[in-house]
């Protein structure tokens, strides 16, 4: 199964000994499940804040990684980790105050009257697990998501995923709608329409015999082609979705914890979900995720199912946590993410402006999409998008590319990237822009 | 959903005042899917070896935790992770050399030839993905596991672990067995039982439509009240397994890195799996999880559906898996696991004896469990296995309980548990055994 911006294995004769005799002895032991970025794979042996450092000593400017939000190696999350681990490490069936502390002071963050948390390790835990919620509240089956969406890896999980491909099966209660398509509609339009598919998948699933037990959504849509946040676009199908007795769970895994310039990204959209998932900047690559959401869901679900994840909510995981929230708020990331990534929308639209084949620019905070397609036919231009991350991978700027036809760059860096690391990241661009498309 | 040594929440005036109002927010902010152990839950402020420390710096002795399996707060593991962290910690579509190296050593573990292995961040992740490759490369549905089995709590991971209770819905595709039931029977008149019923779920399955993917056993078999791993016992039902066209999972979560004195459970077992899962102590509390198996498996549904986990073998998890080696290694942890779990047995079954009411003991390693019944008629007493577990909890040495009935003493202390630490177990165990049942 193809991935964009994926290694070719047949291209290991560019590397050098060393990388070439990595990766091979990599092959041999990890073997087909796992795939390298670009032509020429990274190999990375150390970072530091918004750069990563090859085994030859070069960086390279970290443009996509959404996991360090605070930065590659953040020495308050190395001290606080370490700390912790020197104390107590243990699970959730003992009393212990970190958990507590945390839980508070996350739930404090939601708009959501009396809110929990359960803490898991990873994202696609925590869809799996919300998912389990809302079906065995509802005692429904159905799940309604985005025709492009990106949920996780478990079967349940990726069983509301279709960006994993054609061999990756979506079972009869699932039912798939386009996302809004805010390049093409304006957001009322945008909101009304997806609405109007939301109830249309309402009707499909009941044919099959299956109620709505959610409906859920990446609240920027980046499967989808990065959509964004949009006011009120989600709005219309949230309230369809919960007039059918469906739940609604904000997928804030790729959106949340300041990304967009904001705590989470459902607020702008209208939306008022019931489940929440959060996941991969949470504890800035300490393995931490969760669910937040309504107290009655939990009451019913706890209550009758009850639910332990042992390494979910350990008090390491907790203290990196708790040093990305301190890092986001003392050094002001939410409102950088916003002033930078307003700086990159505009500056790379100035660049698609004198540049052919870059058909739209938009974003959401520190998020941005670029759309490469062919300047004669309009048409998504795969190949070029490929060439572009390739090109600026050799000028050692890191992006990716993405989107259903695998045209649409991706930069999506930590929240420190700062405005002084603009001009690196938008020479780059530059540069690959106007690189002849090497046959 | 009733869980063996739950605490119930009445009980909460039995706790000083601060633990009280710890409790307080905790139900407030966690609710209700959490659970803690014990009438008195433990407010755990620190660990050290096999101590923990509550809040008024009173020492526990830990028997019961297999996660922090080289000890609580490890040296090795803290100071390997935080330089670790100092360094960088990414994900594997960059190439790093601590995954591939810890892969290479961690699968030449395995008597599975040419071993691959994916890192994922929880033994339910592991089960999961697991049952996708199953799944996926059979191109059948089908999954056997043991009638009391736990495996996991993603959907996929529940649906094959009938533990999780009533409310936890096990759906057609899915077929229970009882597993050997070594209290009563010997091992080859067990293990020809076994597959009998193996036999007769392949068939059940087929009457409803599916085919066996895959057969799941825990190597211990521990929810099914710790059967260990008697000589051979699953070999006649893997083949039977085999024969179908299904794979075999040998679930090492519970059994592997040395609880059972060996590195694994299965071998002894006579199996030759297709997949292992592994989980709990392979990071020491750190989330780290994996799948090792059949290069031709991973090949098949690595080329078709690929698969990444964000955090799976990130190089800070990657360290304190490495630890964990070095120091089962280094430490003889193994060995150590062999001789001290010998001595626990022979000296529980020794109390035994002594006392009435405990109707079997047995154990694989430095993993003992105690029946406890009622001397006049045999019946299985969850109420004064309860008593049993409090009452050394009250004496400061942590065991829980568990089994089909809940009267099952669980006994599985971190491996680092000495000869030395013995007398403090037994003699807390006597006292309790000792205690008239409170009314």
Chains 1, 2 share one sequence.
Not at 401 to 411: C, M, R, Y
Request: net charge negative.
């Amino acid at each position: 199964m193809h991935m964009a911006n994926s290694f070719d294995p047949r291209g290991a004769s560019a590397l050098d000994v060393a990388d070439r005799e990595l990766l091979a002895r990599r092959t041999r032991v990890l073997g087909a499940p796992y795939r390298l970025f670009y032509e020429r794979p990274v190999h990375a042996v150390r970072g530091n804040g918004v750069l990563l450092y090859d085994a030859a000593g070069l960086d390279y400017l970290d443009a996509y990684n959404n996991v360090p939000v605070v930065g590659h190696s953040n020495p308050q999350v190395r001290e606080r980790v370490s700390a912790q681990l020197d104390v107590l490490n243990t699970h959730t069936r003992y009393l212990t105050d970190a958990v507590v502390d945390y839980a508070e002071r996350l739930t404090g963050l939601f708009d959501i009257a009396d809110a929990q948390a359960v803490f898991v390790c990873t994202g696609s835990e925590a869809v799996d697990l919300a998912l389990r919620m809302a079906r065995h509240v509802t005692g429904r089956r159905g799940v309604i998501a985005t025709a492009h969406a990106y949920h996780g890896t478990t079967e349940a999980a990726a069983a509301i995923s279709p960006s994993l491909g054609p061999n990756n099966p979506i079972p009869g209660e699932v039912e798939l709608v386009a996302a809004p398509d805010l390049a093409r509609e304006d957001p009322a339009s945008a909101a009304a329409a997806f609405a109007a598919r939301v109830t249309e998948a309402i009707t499909a699933l009941r044919a099959r015999g299956h109620e709505p037990a959610a409906l859920i959504v990446d609240s920027v849509m980046s499967s989808d082609g990065l959509q964004g946040t949009a006011a009120r676009v989600l709005e219309p199908a949230a309230a369809v979705a919960g007039a059918a007795g469906a739940l609604y769970i904000a997928d804030e895994v790729q959106a949340g914890f300041g990304r967009t310039g904001a705590w989470w990204g459902y607020p702008h959209q209208g939306v008022r979900p019931d489940l929440v998932v959060l996941g991969k900047p949470m504890g800035n690559g300490i393995p931490i995720a969760g669910v937040i959401g309504r107290p009655d869901v939990f009451e019913v679900f706890g209550r009758d199912v009850r639910y332990f994840n042992t390494f979910g909510g350990n008090p390491v995981s907790i203290a990196a946590a708790g040093a990305v929230l301190d890092e986001l708020e003392n050094r002001r990331l939410l409102a950088s993410a916003s002033t930078v990534g307003d700086l990159l929308l505009r500056e790379c639209t100035a660049l698609a402006g004198t540049h052919g084949g870059v058909s739209a620019v938009r974003g959401s905070g520190l998020f941005l999409a670029l759309e490469i397609t062919d300047p004669a036919t309009g048409a998504a231009d795969a190949a070029r998008a490929a060439a572009i991350v390739n090109h600026m991978r050799e000028n050692r700027v890191l992006i990716s590319a993405s989107g259903v036809s695998a045209n649409v760059l991706k930069v999506r860096p930590p929240l420190v990237f700062a405005e002084s690391d603009a001009p690196r990241l938008l020479d780059a661009l530059d540069a690959a822009l106007a690189a002849p498309l090497a046959g």
